[in-house]
């Protein structure tokens, strides 16, 4: 059983409104204003998919250098255009968060389109698809979040108030990086054991999950003061990632010293595994399929560790040592995938 990413921005959506001129425009203007308001409004219909994110970061994409360098963008009297957050609160307490302009509706919808290649991966996990693809997405999103972190959002920083979204935030840009890659790790983590490839490999594959996650979990603390709160649901999710993973690459070192008769050595890694468990045990009743992932982990540990210390006690008389070895270096597999903004059509009526 694989480790569901949490769709962190599910939530995301811009709230309905729309860009307006100051003043009677001509018919190319309003053309351009119709069409990111019809991509924008596509974004806030229930389902929406990748492809409405799409089409919205490359119109706002377009249209930044056009647009906002004359007098069309958001009118006087116009509703700022706003996002509701999915990374703070929950359900009708989410906050909105104006836009600051058509570059942070591009940074928000960029935001959006990485959700939606996260949502590709759970798809395929609970709907028991190929790993591959499933990573496949978890590392194109991971991407998208890089992108955002080094292009697109530091030449906001200076727009951005007290008050604002934690997605048009650097840090929090990469976290969600680093969330990605433990998703994308963790599927290949889990495919070597089902391909019963070798102990000390799997535990390295785990090593390098649990590693990105705590990579996660070291930006959220130092980047506190970057945000006005955090949903508790992402909070789990790297808790129980960086957890799950621990277990699951001493689990697996358990095996390694179990094949070559160091059985105190593997009852110490047991122990250790299952103390990593109970670490992110709470945090795994936040989400069903989380809650059904750890009691799996729970099931295997109990039985290795139930074995290891039979066949200590009775075959080996091993001493155990009072801390388990160290985990083997990590095998890194997962890596991003650039994200390439789409250059202008040479149809589109924003350039020229």
Avoid at 68 to 88: I, Q, Y
Avoid at 260 to 274: H, I, L, M
Wanted: proline share 5%; net charge neutral.
């Amino acid at each position: 059983m694989a480790f569901e990413p949490y769709d962190a921005s599910r939530a995301l959506a811009p709230v309905p409104a729309e860009f307006v001129h100051e003043s009677a425009v001509d018919s190319l203007s309003f053309a351009r204003t119709r069409a990111l308001n019809a991509a924008r409004a596509a974004c806030a219909a229930d389902g929406a998919d990748a492809r409405a994110y799409e089409r919205y970061v490359a119109l706002a994409s377009e249209a930044c250098d056009v647009l906002e360098t004359k007098p069309c963008g958001v009118g006087d009297e116009a509703v700022a255009l706003r996002w509701r957050s999915g990374l703070e609160g929950a359900g009708a307490s989410r906050e909105t968060y104006a836009s600051p302009g058509l570059r942070g509706e591009r940074a928000f919808a960029l935001f959006g389109l990485a959700g939606c290649h996260r949502r590709a991966c759970g798809r395929a996990m609970r709907e028991g698809g190929d790993a591959a693809s499933a990573a496949t997405s978890a590392r194109i999103a991971a991407g998208a979040f890089a992108y955002l972190a080094n292009e697109a959002l530091p030449p906001l920083r200076p727009m951005l108030e007290t008050f604002r979204a934690n997605e048009l935030t650097v840090s929090m840009s990469e976290v969600m990086r680093s969330v990605s890659l433990g998703d994308a790790q963790g599927l290949a983590a889990g495919r070597a054991r089902e391909k019963n490839s070798g102990w000390n490999l799997v535990a390295r594959l785990h090593v390098a999950a649990r590693n990105f996650y705590r990579d996660a979990d070291a930006k959220i603390q130092s980047s506190r003061c970057d945000w006005n709160g955090v949903d508790v649901m992402l909070l789990a999710n790297v808790l129980l990632g960086k957890s799950s993973h621990e277990a699951e690459a001493y689990l697996a070192l358990a095996e390694a010293f179990r094949e070559r008769d160091e059985c105190g050595q593997a009852v110490a890694a047991c122990a250790r595994a299952g103390a990593a468990l109970d670490e992110c045990a709470r945090a795994s009743k936040e989400h069903p399929a989380w809650d059904a992932y750890h009691r799996e982990i729970v099931a295997r540990h109990q039985e290795m560790a139930t074995k290891t210390r039979k066949e200590n006690d009775v075959v080996f008389f091993q001493k155990v040592p009072p801390t388990a070895a160290p985990l083997p270096e990590p095998a890194v597999v997962a890596t991003a995938i650039a994200y390439e903004p789409k250059e202008p059509s040479k149809h589109s009526f924003f350039v020229g």
